[in-house]
């Protein structure tokens, strides 16, 4: 380009020539200015003074590593990171001191930090230790109960709350009390409306999972999903993760409703949610829209809670230190040398069986088969 302009071309005719903005042209030519071609240095540079203005200046930096190692050395407190250096420099009065950050920086760059970066992983998909749900293959709705709320006058109000884990779905039903035939009416009418997913979460709650005061026992609400082929997925206890999407719907939902308006009755309550509910579903169309499709939800089903239940239950837990897990009121041993990990238990009530798979976030698309148990769910008359 410089060689083209030297010959007579003009600048304009130059960066149409080789197809660069004219300042690029005027930019080499002024590199070159009137030296020869040869003889110019043609590395690219970058924008900006050599020499950042706001620079802290290398006889500052070096004093804050002399100061580090001199408080690493004869420090009473035995403290000499970036706080003690920065309350060494205002003990020496020294003019301008760096900002705790700088001093940061200047260990950093110098190369004299001890500790070791954390090493940030990539967080595992959403719904990663259901495969179906991973691959977007079927939804998942999630359903949780807020308590503990109380009106003026001592009046108790117990919310059940659900969202769907892609399409961000929500749902909210306030009550003053929570039960679990209120939980199956509540999600008929919820599934009659927008359609079935694959499958549906719940906490260790005995209204979602039923009373555990024997062994091998089914409450109405994982009945009722298992009768309509919804899969019911119960978390571990005391996991982080799990019940993430619908903990922040929670806390969400009391910021912007319960505690955002004053509330005189229950009704009010229950038009402010619906209003919010409303709003949060308009906002989120898109995403609705883009979710895996649900399941029609069928015309003429009718509940049975006599009827033996058939299908797939899920219980995701923590193993103990023998590889052993609980769930259904029982102990299963799983596997000893998995202890104190995660582990997916498929309950086949079809089948007779119950298939235990491990689980690792970090490896979230490996998850082997450990063993398959026989098991037999007990017909029981079950008690409304």
Request: aromatic fraction near 8%.
């Amino acid at each position: 380009m410089v060689e083209a302009v030297r010959a007579g071309d003009s600048l304009h005719e130059v960066a149409a020539q080789f197809g660069v903005a004219l300042a690029t042209v005027q930019r080499w030519v002024a590199r070159a200015a009137y030296q020869r071609l040869d003889r110019v240095d043609w590395n690219d540079r970058p924008c900006g003074l050599p020499t950042p203005i706001n620079r802290t200046p290398p006889e500052m930096e070096d004093l804050v590593l002399t100061i580090r190692q001199q408080l690493r050395d004869t420090s009473d407190l035995g403290e000499f990171g970036a706080a003690a250096i920065l309350r060494e420099l205002r003990a020496r009065s020294v003019p301008n001191p760096p900002a705790l950050r700088t001093i940061g920086l200047i260990l950093e760059r110098r190369g004299v930090l001890d500790a070791h970066h954390r090493v940030r992983r990539p967080p595992p998909p959403l719904g990663w230790y259901l495969p179906e749900v991973a691959q977007e293959f079927v939804e998942l709705d999630s359903f949780d109960i807020v308590e503990g709320l109380v009106l003026e006058g001592g009046v108790p109000v117990e919310v059940l709350n659900g969202i769907s884990l892609h399409g961000g779905l929500v749902v909210s039903w306030p009550q003053h009390v929570i039960t679990a035939n209120f939980v199956v009416e509540a999600l008929i009418e919820h599934w009659q409306a927008v359609g079935l997913p694959g499958y549906v979460q719940f906490d260790n709650d005995t209204i979602f999972e039923g009373p555990q005061i024997h062994p091998d026992t089914l409450g109405r609400v994982a009945r009722a999903c298992l009768s309509l082929k919804v899969v019911p997925v119960f978390v571990p206890p005391r996991e982080t993760g799990f019940q993430a999407g619908i903990e922040g719907f929670n806390g969400r939902w009391q910021g912007k409703v319960w505690v955002r308006f004053h509330h005189a009755n229950l009704g009010e309550v229950q038009e402010h949610s619906g209003r919010y509910v409303a709003a949060h579903r308009q906002r989120s169309a898109a995403r609705i829209e883009g979710a895996p499709k649900r399941r029609s939800f069928p015309p003429e089903w009718q509940l049975n809670l006599q009827a033996y239940p058939q299908g797939r239950m899920v219980f995701l837990r923590r193993s103990d230190a023998r590889g052993a897990v609980q769930f259904l009121g029982r102990s299963f041993e799983v596997d000893s040398l998995w202890p104190h990990r995660l582990i997916r238990a498929e309950v086949d009530l079809t089948k007779h069986v119950i298939r235990f798979y491990r689980l690792r976030r970090r490896v979230p698309e490996q998850q082997p088969l450990i063993k398959e148990v026989k098991y037999i769910l007990p017909r029981r008359r079950f008690s409304e």
